[in-house]
């Protein structure tokens, strides 16, 4: 694993490290009903005590060797508008989950697509992955949408894998290999 952190570039964003001063923003996007409404670890409602604790937890996941959160912030206004992490870094199998989630007030401009794509990159090409999948509820298409674009595969369908506001969900797993990668 890397010593530090990098940040990342894409077009319009910059992906660097979640900061503590960060927590106001992240409480008001990730806060938003949509954003919990699909992803499974979010909670609603989403504290500042939460964001700030989630923040500060970071650290531990990357210094483990287990996890990459990146904050997307808007190059030009230097806005928080996201984020994009790997998670369960496996490196017995060299394998990571993406997961993500825009602000909902930038949804439909491809943020995800191109903020997941340099992640996605970063994984195969820094942290030497072979493979990165990703799980997302059925009934989201858009988030689909993204890892299709991706250039995933759709791998699997786990039936009521998880339960969300009382209801059990289906939930996709799609997956993306170097060697899919190297094919393209
Ligand atoms: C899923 C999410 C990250 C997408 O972010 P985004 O920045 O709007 O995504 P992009 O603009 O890059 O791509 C969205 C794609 O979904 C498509 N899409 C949107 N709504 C759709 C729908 N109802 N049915 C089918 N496709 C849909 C868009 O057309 C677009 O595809 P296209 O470029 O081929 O037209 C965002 O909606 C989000 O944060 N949702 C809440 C959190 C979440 O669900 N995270 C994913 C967990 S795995």
């Given at each position: 694993m890397l010593r530090f952190q990098p940040s990342l570039r894409t077009t319009r964003f910059l992906l660097r490290p979640f900061l503590a001063e960060d927590a106001p923003d992240l409480q008001e996007l990730a806060g938003a009903r949509e954003i919990a409404d699909t992803t499974i670890s979010i909670p609603?409602?989403?504290?500042?005590?939460?964001?700030?604790?989630w923040i500060a937890g970071l650290s531990h996941f990357f210094r483990a060797g287990t996890g990459i959160d990146f904050a997307i912030i808007l190059r030009e206004s230097?806005?928080?508008?996201?984020?994009?992490?790997?998670?369960?870094?496996?490196?017995?199998?060299?394998?990571?989950?993406?997961?993500?989630?825009?602000?909902?007030?930038?949804?439909?401009?491809?943020?995800?697509?191109?903020?997941?794509?340099e992640v996605t990159r970063f994984g195969f090409d820094r942290l030497s992955l072979n493979r990165i999948y990703a799980y997302y509820m059925v009934r989201n298409p858009a988030a689909g949408a993204v890892l299709l674009k991706l250039g995933m595969k759709q791998e699997g369908l786990l039936r009521q894998r998880v339960r969300k506001s009382g209801a059990f969900e289906d939930v996709a797993l799609s997956a993306l290999l170097r060697d899919d990668v190297r094919a393209t």
């Open positions: 609603h409602p989403y504290s500042l005590a939460f964001a700030k604790s230097k806005e928080l508008i996201g984020s994009v992490a790997l998670r369960d870094i496996d490196r017995e199998n060299e394998q990571a989950e993406l997961g993500f989630w825009i602000g909902v007030s930038w949804w439909g401009a491809g943020c995800a697509t191109e903020a997941a794509s």
